[in-house]
């Protein structure tokens, strides 16, 4: 016999020559005996078990730390996003205000539609806040109309400014939650 001949190559050679639907059929057997011996396993083996706990907690850790991380980037974003907005300044004629109000609302209604675009949808939103008139009607038109992520980057928006004495943003009848007025907090 061969030396250069060996189970596995044998296997493998078995494997390539098989029609697909057994190759299927071979890699489902091998899964399933797989689930089987995982789950003999974590029954019978107290270690195994304590190892995957701690895996799923280390996990859920880093998961949240993640979280965390990405809720300080967004706030920090906001900010920025809000700081950089004021230097700009807004209009003061009324001719100017109402132009900048129409184009405001316009390009955050367009931007609401993407998901990743939310802060910039809601940074026009905040601008046009910023020029009307009273601003505590809008605030309820955004409530019925605008997604709650949008609202909520609003709220902070608006809590960050300090400028304009709200009340209620983000928990008017519209709103799905009844309330973000917590977001807001720092």
Do not use: W
């Given at each position: 016999?061969?030396?250069s001949v060996r189970?596995?190559?044998?296997?493998?050679?078995?494997?390539?020559?098989m029609?697909l639907?057994?190759?299927?059929l071979h890699?489902?057997?091998?899964?399933?005996?797989?689930?089987?011996?995982?789950?003999?396993?974590?029954?019978?083996?107290?270690?195994?078990?304590k190892?995957?706990?701690r895996?799923?907690r280390?996990?859920?850790?880093?998961a949240?730390?993640?979280a965390?991380?990405?809720?300080?980037?967004q706030?920090?974003?906001?900010?920025?996003?809000?700081?950089?907005?004021q230097e700009e300044?807004?209009?003061?004629?009324?001719?100017?205000?109402?132009?900048?109000?129409m184009s405001m609302?316009?390009q955050?209604e367009?931007l609401?539609?993407?998901e990743a675009?939310?802060?910039?949808?809601?940074?026009?939103?905040?601008?046009?806040l910023?020029?009307?008139?009273?601003?505590?009607?809008l605030?309820?038109?955004?409530?019925?109309?605008?997604?709650?992520p949008?609202?909520?980057?609003?709220?902070?928006?608006?809590a960050?400014?300090?400028?304009?004495?709200?009340?209620?943003?983000?928990g008017?009848?519209?709103?799905?939650?009844?309330g973000?007025?917590?977001?807001?907090?720092?």
């Amino acid at each position: 016999m061969s030396s250069s001949v060996r189970p596995t190559t044998i296997a493998l050679a078995t494997v390539r020559q098989m029609p697909l639907d057994e190759k299927l059929l071979h890699a489902d057997r091998v899964f399933t005996a797989y689930a089987f011996y995982f789950d003999h396993r974590r029954r019978t083996d107290p270690e195994f078990r304590k190892a995957l706990k701690r895996e799923s907690r280390r996990i859920a850790k880093a998961a949240k730390e993640e979280a965390e991380a990405q809720g300080a980037q967004q706030k920090r974003a906001i900010r920025q996003a809000v700081d950089d907005r004021q230097e700009e300044g807004f209009p003061t004629t009324v001719e100017d205000k109402e132009s900048f109000f129409m184009s405001m609302v316009g390009q955050g209604e367009s931007l609401c539609q993407n998901e990743a675009m939310h802060l910039e949808a809601a940074l026009c939103f905040y601008s046009a806040l910023k020029v009307y008139p009273q601003p505590s009607d809008l605030v309820a038109i955004y409530d019925k109309t605008c997604p709650k992520p949008v609202i909520d980057i609003l709220a902070e928006m608006v809590a960050y400014d300090g400028s304009m004495p709200l009340s209620g943003l983000g928990g008017g009848p519209g709103s799905d939650a009844g309330g973000s007025s917590g977001a807001i907090d720092d």
